[in-house]
């Protein structure tokens, strides 16, 4: 019934290389919205704008940690998982929620952690992590739209 | 003739030693052409012995002097002498070339005696010293490589040139310039990339090609080439490597100007795909409108079949209602073939329980089977217990097939069985069996099954009715699946066997099904609508999302383009962007009608999501509000709704999903600003409760009640019923009996009523001095609080509503229901009884409400001090009001149970 599914599976397939970076039916979804697969400019300024939003909030983050400012990590951890989720961007999106929780002085699963200690490490702990996985996950975003247009000029 | 004879004989020595010491070239052949005799001047003119020659065939001997040898020349000398034959005279040959680089031309005198052909001498003479070339162009017509050469040069529709082996133009043609607008004397000795684009280049693809060619002595390109001043062409070229032999020399190279059949083939593929989306849009289109309409015939002939009926009214709605199910199946099977056909058949993924479904498949048919059939089940003991694959579509296929066994088998049994077929790691493939007892299949029709609109029953009784689609849409599913089907007949007696199988993936770890569980909230929907379903929806959508108006509320900038391009893509374009909360409440209170829905993120900074659906709420602007939700939690959704949103999408935004949401608020609820005109209507009509001391400020508070059941309450009815109102925007009509208010109040107070209000009469108006009124205001709320006890309305009606949001579908199953929206007044009632069946939360909400009373200046505004004591009646017997509706809530309540 409609075009899109087709092509979604199709999709799929081109973005198996993110491996668990990746969800794919949502970074699908985003993908969809491009109005020509050759020119991806709908999907490839957003996904670079996202990159350049997370860095920014690493440097924010950063900052918050230095300052032992919990809640602005939380609030921090909060926006940029918004973002992350909303590209499908998992691994990012869960140290996101990690740094979230800490920063509310809570686990992972909810149950309260007080020591404010603890949660600042485990904050900077995540925070190292979701930057390796975002430039990870960047130069692999580059490599797939690179692909793409590749793909495009040996036609 | 004897005189010849005579007259010869006594010369004859003599003539041969003449006629061999004669200063001339000369040879005797026979009639047959076999030379007898040449002269001593021939043998020395053409340096060679008598025994070269004579005995030999005249034709064979000059074809070895020949050189260079052209059997043409044979030819012509053949000619030449049949021609001095046949007419009695001499004739002259052309001249032949003989090995020595000199050429004779031959008098061909035929001698006769009488009619008998003696002999014939051929006399030669030394003819000019011939080139070959020359000698060709002498002739009429064009060698061969003239010919090509012309050829090549005149042809203009084809660009066709030589390169050296580097690659750099060696020849050009009048195409080549033509095509290209180069010149010949410009781009001799130019590389050919020069015909190339920097895209092109940049990956280096005319060397690449030469490579290619060199290896694989050809390669034909299609692609854009440049022309001398810069526009483009799209070319088809070949490039064949050319060798001298065996030495490679070049490239030959022609290419075709492609450009008119291009823009065919686009223009083409354009059409094609618009004329598929147009058969799309059309089958989405059908499936909905066909269905809507079928299922209101079917639902009115059950009611009518539920009144009382003669035995033969009866009989007739029977006949109705069983022609209009079949006519329903017929639709369906015929929209789901065509969508097969099309391609455009999706197979979803989610759980499916195999023995659940089998097990409700034979349930539902055994309840239509007589008791003359026996129904057998076995399903075997390694079946997996969830595997993930599409449940709709095998239940589907089952249903088909054992619905086939049912409709043929009149006695005996019908024998479902399912198995484990085969199974790898990730996958399991499930056989499902149905052995029946039937009126089995014949021979010659069993290679048929499966064709689409076949019946084996072609007889003119038609004794079983149905599409012939029923077999060939689910063979069709099963290959979707992964699996087949077939049919064999019965071994044990008359009757068959249908089967088919279908691929499943396994789920494997407990946690896939947590995952499965949690993280597809779209899925858990038991009923995740159906792709055509959605279809419709988006069409229905785009139709109206010129007049549609959305505010979407979100911080964080890579959310925001990616809600509008969502919107963007369903074809909803009017669409305002706010950054925050205190952003979203002023745009929404600067215009209040503005907008036909918020889409509300909740996490802001400034102001949440929350936090302004409670400011735009107690201004008294009912928009639906739609939260977006990160990570559904459970609870999320029901605290949304507590704070006075409408409905929730959980983020990420699924499309589908989202569809479903805006269908749901954009087309299949009435407007909220209409329904608050309908309620003022009403309200204006003379109600005995009201109209006696109707002043403004009492209808606008009684409105508030009727208004805050409706708020936030997303449940089946109460959304429908009592759809967001707008109460500043639409104020009671002025009383005659009011006194004028203060300008700067009505401002205020009715947070500035747009410019596109369609009733402008309706203005707030207040009460006497606005000192008096906030006084009364105090002393009312302190009495009353009357705030609360709307507010205690909201949120009881959110606890039904949460009771029952565990069925959403249930509403959207049923659009005949929007129809009940007019009745908006009376349907307040509706959601008391379950109220009451919910003190404890009631209570628990007062309590956080205590700590935080809502104190918003419309509401405030709204109370006339003078009907403070009416004000409290009717809050105290809203409880009343419900009874006196429960006529209605009676009757709506019934479906809901």
Not at chain 2, 367 to 388: D, G, I, K, N, Y
Request: a negative charge; one cysteine or more; charged letters at 25%.
């Amino acid at each position: 019934m409609h075009p899109t599914e087709d092509r979604d599976s199709q999709e799929v397939d081109e973005m198996s290389d993110f491996g668990d970076h990746v969800d794919d039916a949502i970074f699908g979804q985003i993908l969809e919205m491009d109005e020509s697969e050759e020119e991806r400019d709908f999907s490839e300024p957003l996904v670079f704008n996202f990159f350049q939003q997370a860095l920014e909030t690493f440097e924010r983050m950063k900052e918050a940690l230095d300052n032992s400012d919990l809640e602005g990590l939380s609030s921090l951890g909060h926006f940029l998982k918004g973002s992350s989720a909303t590209l499908g961007f998992n691994k990012i999106r869960d140290s996101c929620q990690v740094i979230q929780q800490y920063g509310h002085k809570l686990t992972v699963d909810g149950t309260d952690e007080l020591d404010e200690k603890v949660c600042l490490e485990k904050i900077a702990d995540a925070l190292k992590k979701v930057k390796v996985d975002t430039e990870t996950l960047n130069k692999k975003m580059e490599i797939f739209f690179k692909r793409e247009k590749g793909d495009e000029k040996e036609e | 003739m004897h005189q010849h004879s005579t007259e010869a004989k006594p010369a004859g020595p003599d003539v041969g030693f003449i006629f061999n010491l004669a200063p001339l070239s000369l040879l005797v052949i026979t009639p047959a052409w076999r030379i007898t005799r040449a002269s001593a001047r021939f043998l020395a003119d053409w340096r060679v012995s008598a025994d070269d020659c004579v005995g030999r065939s005249l034709l064979s001997f000059v074809e070895s002097q020949l050189r260079p040898p052209r059997p043409s020349r044979i030819v012509q000398l053949t000619a030449s002498i049949d021609d001095a034959i046949s007419t009695r005279e001499e004739r002259t040959t052309i001249a032949i070339n003989t090995k020595h680089g000199v050429s004779w031309k031959a008098r061909v005198i035929p001698i006769f005696n009488g009619d008998e052909l003696l002999s014939i001498v051929l006399e030669w003479h030394e003819g000019p010293p011939v080139h070959v070339d020359n000698d060709e162009l002498s002739k009429p017509g064009f060698s061969t490589d003239e010919a090509f050469r012309i050829l090549v040069q005149a042809v203009k529709d084809y660009a066709i040139f030589l390169l050296d082996t580097k690659g750099h133009v060696a020849t050009w043609n009048t195409g080549a310039q033509m095509l290209k607008g180069y010149k010949r004397d410009d781009i001799i000795g130019k590389h050919f990339s020069i015909f190339y684009g920097k895209e092109d280049l940049d990956i280096g693809k005319p060397q690449m090609e030469l490579e290619i060619c060199m290896r694989e002595g050809r390669i034909e390109d299609e692609g854009w080439r440049y022309r001398r001043d810069g526009s483009r062409f799209w070319a088809n070229v070949v490039i064949t490597a050319v060798y001298k032999d065996g030495v490679h020399v070049g490239f030959g190279k022609v290419t075709r100007d492609l450009t008119e059949r291009k823009s065919a083939e686009s223009r083409l593929i354009a059409a094609y795909e618009e004329s598929e989306k147009l058969k799309s849009d059309f089958l989405a289109n059908m499936s909905h409108e066909i269905r809507t309409p079928m299922h209101g015939m079917l639902s009115a002939c059950t009611l009518l079949l539920d009144t009382e009926l003669s035995a033969r009214q009866r009989d007739i709605v029977n006949i109705m209602d069983e022609s209009g199910k079949v006519l329903l199946q017929v639709i369906n099977d015929i929209l789901d073939y065509s969508k097969l056909a099309s391609g455009n058949f999706t197979i979803n993924s989610d759980i499916v329980g195999i023995t659940s479904i089998v097990t409700s498949v034979v349930r539902s048919v055994q309840a239509t089977l007589p008791p003359s059939v026996h129904f057998e089940l076995f399903l075997a003991p390694e079946l997996p217990r969830s595997v993930q694959g599409d449940p709709l579509r095998f239940r589907q296929i089952l249903q088909n097939i054992v619905g086939n066994a049912a409709k043929f088998t009149d006695k005996g049994s019908i024998r479902v069985r399912a198995a484990v077929q085969s199974e790898d790691e990730i996958s399991c493939t499930i056989l499902t069996e149905v052995t029946d007892t039937g009126i089995g299949v014949p021979e010659e029709a069993s290679a048929n099954l499966f064709t689409p609109f076949t019946q084996f029953d072609a007889t003119t009784t038609k004794q079983y009715k149905g599409t012939g689609l029923g077999l060939s849409i689910a063979k069709s599913l099963a290959e979707l699946m992964g699996g087949r089907i077939g049919y064999r007949p019965n071994p044990e007696r008359q009757g068959s066997i249908f089967w088919f199988t279908a691929r499943f993936i396994k789920i494997k770890r407990l946690g896939q099904m947590q995952d499965w569980k949690r993280t597809p909230p779209v899925r858990q929907d038991s009923e995740s609508p159906s792709a055509d379903e959605i279809d419709a929806l988006q069409t229905e959508l785009k139709m109206v999302s010129a007049i549609k108006n959305l505010l979407v509320v979100e911080d964080n900038v890579i959310n925001q383009k990616v809600i509008l391009g969502l919107l963007r893509s369903i074809g909803l374009k009017n669409v305002d962007l706010a950054s925050n909360g205190v952003e979203a409440v002023r745009m929404v209170r600067r215009k209040p009608a503005a907008y036909d829905i918020v889409l509300m993120d909740i996490s802001m900074p400034v102001m949440d999501g929350n936090a302004a659906t409670k400011e735009i709420r107690s201004a008294g602007i009912l928009i639906p509000i739609v939260a977006m939700t990160a990570y559904a939690l459970k609870g999320d959704r029901e605290r949304c709704l507590e704070h006075g949103m409408n409905d929730y999408i959980p983020k990420p935004v699924n499309k589908n999903r989202l569809i479903k949401v805006l269908g749901k608020w954009l087309l299949r609820m009435t407007d909220y600003r209409k329904i608050t005109e309908e309620r003022f209507a009403e309200m204006r009509r003379p109600r005995p409760a009201t109209v006696k001391v109707a002043t403004p400020g009492l209808e606008a508070k009684q409105f508030l009640f009727e208004v805050a059941n409706g708020l936030g309450a997303p449940s089946t009815e109460a959304r429908q019923m009592t759809p967001p109102n707008e109460m500043p925007r639409h104020p009671p009509p002025p009383s005659p009996t009011s006194p004028l208010p203060a300008a700067e109040e009505v401002d205020s107070a009715a947070a500035a009523p747009g410019p596109s209000s369609p009733n402008p009469e309706f203005s707030l108006r207040l009460p006497s001095g606005k000192a008096a009124a906030a006084k009364m205001w105090e002393t009312n709320h302190a009495a009353n609080q009357p705030g609360k006890a709307s507010d205690q309305n909201i949120t009881s009606a959110e606890a039904n509503q949460s009771a029952s949001a565990d069925a959403p579908n249930k509403q959207d199953n049923a659009p005949e229901e929007t129809t009940q929206t007019g009745h908006s007044g009376q349907s307040v009632g509706m959601q008391h009884p379950q109220l009451s069946h919910r003190p404890l939360q009631h209570t628990e909400v007062n309590e956080t409400d205590k700590s935080s009373p809502p104190v918003d200046a419309a509401e405030t505004r709204a109370i006339p001090p003078q009907n403070k004591t009416r004000c409290e009646e009717l809050i105290s017997s809203e409880a009343g009001v419900a009874a006196a509706d429960s006529n209605v809530e009676a009757k709506t309540a019934e479906p809901e149970g």
